[in-house]
């Protein structure tokens, strides 16, 4: 037996495959085996493969799976294959998933508020089971959302804000516009686009923005990154930003002129040019400039400088007053007396901390009632006004015995806190080249307020903002 079957072991192995391919063909077609057919389908092996996965898209907001499979076995060619289960994930650029879901259906994509141009990953996976084993299969393709860019259609810029070099106002009002879909152009880059690209806008897109503020002088620049609010409307202060020691280095260096020519009569004074930079784009996707513009912002002169002093006085005055009218018992009484009150508020002397942007002056308070003018009320001391946020107190120094009285019973220490004070109302004490002069009715005098020890009451090396 043993040479029998030596001598025809070419015979006998091929009897054993065309045996092992009609089984297996039968397997394959739900015929049932029996005997030795049944071993040999067994014996077969079986594998599945990835045979590519096709994206379809009708436009920016769906696409569509076609994932496709097949089965190979050691007996017979491919065929197509079908999963018991197939699902698609889609992926954005930072990894967050877009959809996870079955791939027999239309796929929403949330192309409003993807980037530019951004990368897709699809990812389409399907699952076999034979008997009691479970295999899976997983195949990627990438596409891109739409191409994108941002319109300006308004960017205002206050700066500085109420004579305040940290502090500005903006009003950005941005349109988000994406390309129309076409089918042959769909994954073109807007260059090849070129400007026959058809832009539509793009309701419901926020873009994201900055506001660069960037200050240049002879020996560097610097620059601020302030964040946009999401409705295009806010206030900033750069003093909170990274950055503000430098800009604010470079802003005064700009303003760098000779003495002589800083105090002469007649003499424009120092200027600076901020330029600000407004940075947007949609999504994920780097942001661009999209808007440049410049502020020229100057020092305030001696004569602005004394009617902010004037400014702050009159308004410290009215708050210490009536803060003194508070401690009344009959309240209906302090309102009919308060609204009958008038203050005056005298200057003797000041000066102005530019390190500290603060400040300080001596002041005399008098006020009466409108039908009393001999039974006035009179306190000396000295005022702080911090330059920036304008918040003011107060140190009562001297009075006469009827202030002194209504201070004990109105005040537990030797100082008010009076909190932000008015804006001195005069647009000339507001350091913005476009809006110089002087106001009428404003009149200005020679020598500064009386008893002034300096008359623009700024040290021998001011050089502020």
Known sequence: MRRFASRHAPLLAGLATLVAAAAAGLWMSGTPLSGMAQQVAHHARTAYDAAGLRVERAGWDTLRARPQF???TSLGAARTATPARATVRVFGANYDTLYAGPADRPIP????????????????????????ATRTLCQQTSVRASPKRVRVEQADVTFPDEG????????LRLRTERRAFTERRAFETTRAAGDTARWEPLPGATPE?????????????????????SSGRGTFDLARYEGYDDFRYHLRAAMEQPRRLTVREGAPPPSATVAFEVRAGPGVAPLRPVERFQKTVRRLTPAER???????????????????????????????????????????????????ERYTMDLRVRWHETDDRDERDRIDGTLTVEEGSR????????????????WREAVESDEIELGPLAEPDTSASLPV???????????????GPRGSSRDDGRGPDSDDP
């Open 70 to 72: 097949a089965k190979r």
């Open 109 to 132: 994509i949330p192309d409003r508020r993807l980037g530019d141009r951004e990368p897709l990953l699809v990812e389409a996976c399907g699952t076999f089971r034979r008997g009691g």
């Open 391 to 406: 918040r003011a107190r107060f140190a009562g120094e001297r009075g006469n015995r009827r202030t002194v009285e209504r």
């Open 164 to 171: 305040d070099f940290r502090k500005g106002r903006y009003e």
């Open 433 to 447: 080249v476009e809006r110089r002069g002087r106001l009428p009715g404003v009149a200005e005098r020679r020598g």
């Open 209 to 229: 923005s900055v506001l660069l503020a960037r200050a240049e002088s002879p020996s560097g620049q610097a620059a601020v990154r302030v964040p946009v609010d």
């Open 306 to 356: 004394r009617r902010r002093v004037q400014g702050f006085a009159q308004s410290a005055a009215r708050a210490i007053a009536r803060r003194l009218h508070e401690d009344r018992d009959d309240e209906e009484e302090r309102a009919d007396e308060w609204a009958e009150t008038v203050t005056r508020a005298t200057v003797t002397g000041w000066r102005y901390d530019r390190a500290a």
